[in-house]
């Protein structure tokens, strides 16, 4: 039974930072497609990036794309979301995804299969 976990989560300044990170059990992450996404309230749910299985291919939405950084870490069974200079628009929940093995990186979230519960994000002063 596969199962993501989201961690990092919190309450953090305008033009703080904040790492994300999405643990997995019963599945290998490096294998998988994983994707980071976000639901504010009122919102649809939004794709913020994806990193490919293999050669980690990356994919991250124009609207973040120089503040946040995804990555793997093989060794750890852990993907990350690096998030700086937050704003309070980035206050959302954000949710790990997985999608099945030679999925393409995508940033739509009906390409994936297994979620994570979410971690809330809260950018305030």
């Known amino acids: 039974q596969v199962q993501l976990v989201e961690s990092g989560g919190g309450l953090v300044r305008p033009g703080g930072s904040l790492r994300l990170s999405c643990s997995a059990s019963g599945l290998s992450l490096e294998n998988y497609v994983i994707g980071w996404f976000r639901q504010a309230p009122g919102k649809e749910r939004e794709g913020v990036s994806c990193?490919?299985?293999?050669?980690?291919?990356?994919l991250t939405t124009h609207s973040v794309k120089d503040r946040f950084t995804i990555s793997r870490d093989s060794a750890e069974n852990l993907v990350y979301l690096q998030m700086n200079t937050l704003k309070p628009e980035d206050t959302a929940v954000y949710y790990c995804?997985?999608?099945?093995?030679?999925?393409?990186?995508?940033?739509?979230?009906?390409?994936?299969?297994?979620w994570g519960p979410g971690t809330q994000v809260t950018v305030s002063s």
């Open positions: 995804a997985a999608s099945p093995p030679n999925s393409l990186c995508l940033l739509y979230d009906i390409h994936y299969n297994d």
């Open positions: 990193i490919a299985s293999g050669d980690g291919f990356t």
